[in-house]
T-cell receptor, first 110, second 114 residues
Framework: QKEVEQNSGPLSVPEGAIASLNCTYSDRGSQSFFWYRQYSGKSPELIMSIYSNGDKEDGRFTAQLNKASQYVSLLIRDSQPSDSATYLCAAFQGAQKLVFGQGTRLTINP | NAGVTQTPKFQVLKTGQSMTLQCAQDMNHNSMYWYRQDPGMGLRLIYYSASEGTTDKGEVPNGYNVSRLNKREFSLRLESAAPSQTSVYFC?????????????FGPGTRLTVT
């Protein structure tokens, strides 16, 4: 079982709607989590980090963490075509290493 | 600041050839990483260097060697390239941010081994 799991998608969302991306992890010792956005042919770009249970908001993005359920999510409000990308979830594993999920491909339809 | 830079951007090798991928960062980060990304496999850690003078194996180290030349530079060497090493290679660097380490990525090297 992969340590960080994501639905590979594709996930299609109409423009202006809320996109919801989900991630589960298996290592209960993981304390910190990250969301990266990766456009086709480009490198991953860090967009959110979350360390505590609950919600963290940054502009149109909200990260949610539930350590009891081992679940991390990313909400994108007012989705725009420019949000179309692959979103990677990562968990900090200690020894300064991140473990990445396979990524969810998101398409925003105008 | 350029952030993390990688050279070359593209490379084609024949089976058995060797090459070195270069990575440099100007953020004064202690830790540096090499990943490969293949379709459907996500990012997989090849090697990392927690600090200058140290290197450790990641998830897929076979066929690769690394050198942490100084705090800024971390190189990845393929001694005898194989078609299975066709991939996109990303270098990243990080330093402690609160309780964790946020990693920042370079633009990548697309390698094809024929």
């Amino acid at each position: 079982q992969k340590e960080v799991e994501q639905n590979s998608g594709p996930l299609s969302v109409p423009e202006g709607a809320i996109a919801s991306l989900n991630c589960t992890y298996s290592d209960r010792g993981s304390q910190s989590f990250f969301w990266y956005r990766q456009y086709s042919g480009k490198s991953p770009e860090l967009i959110m980090s979350i360390y505590s249970n609950g919600d963290k908001e940054d502009g149109r993005f909200t990260a949610q963490l539930n350590k009891a359920s081992q679940y991390v999510s990313l909400l994108i409000r007012d989705s725009q075509p420019s949000d179309s990308a692959t979103y990677l979830c990562a968990a900090f594993q200690g020894a300064q290493k991140l473990v990445f999920g396979q990524g969810t491909r998101l398409t925003i339809n105008p | 600041n350029a952030g993390v830079t990688q050279t070359p951007k593209f490379q084609v090798l024949k089976t058995g050839q060797s090459m070195t991928l270069q990575c440099a960062q100007d953020m004064n980060h202690n830790s540096m990483y090499w990943y490969r990304q293949d379709p459907g496999m996500g990012l997989r850690l090849i090697y990392y260097s927690a600090s200058e003078g140290t290197t450790d194996k990641g998830e897929v180290p076979n066929g690769y060697n690394v050198s942490r030349l100084n705090k800024r530079e971390f190189s990845l060497r393929l001694e005898s390239a194989a078609p299975s090493q066709t991939s996109v290679y990303f270098c990243a660097s990080s330093d402690r941010q609160g309780p964790s380490y946020e990693q920042y990525f370079g633009p990548g090297t697309r390698l094809t081994v024929t």
